[in-house]
């Protein structure tokens, strides 16, 4: 089974759904004849990811990620299809490989005690502070 490196990472090529579309804008009579879009699926089922990774890249995929499990994108900024090709594999790799790093897990800490001080210190000093803008009290 042949497989494709995207973002440091070996995908079948049965992962990878292709289609062939006429781009639309300007171009003249190639634009009416040649279909130089591309769309690329990867078909998440297939592309034989761990469980987390897979997490990952569906959080980052956003709207690109159909109700079919398929991250799909596609280009037609190109006025060939190779070249769109070659942009959609290099868009795609660079979402796979922004999804490889696991994130760190947070450590939960507390304030040092010192630190803890030294804000009801400030707390006090501030409170003082406005203490002595009011207008003094009318007791008689």
Known sequence: MATIELGGLAIP???LA???IRASGPGGQN????SSAVECRLLLDRAELDSGL???LERLAGSRLNARGE????ADGERSQARNRA???ARLADLIAAARPEPKRRVATK???AAKIRRREDKA???ETKKHRRAPSQDF
């Open 71 to 74: 991250v799909v994108l596609c």
């Open 54 to 56: 897979r997490c990952r």
């Open 18 to 20: 292709w289609r062939f």
């Open 111 to 113: 304030p040092p005690r």
């Open 125 to 127: 000093r501030r409170s």
């Open 87 to 89: 942009d959609v594999l």
């Open 31 to 34: 634009v009416n004849k040649v």
């Open 13 to 15: 090529e049965s992962a």
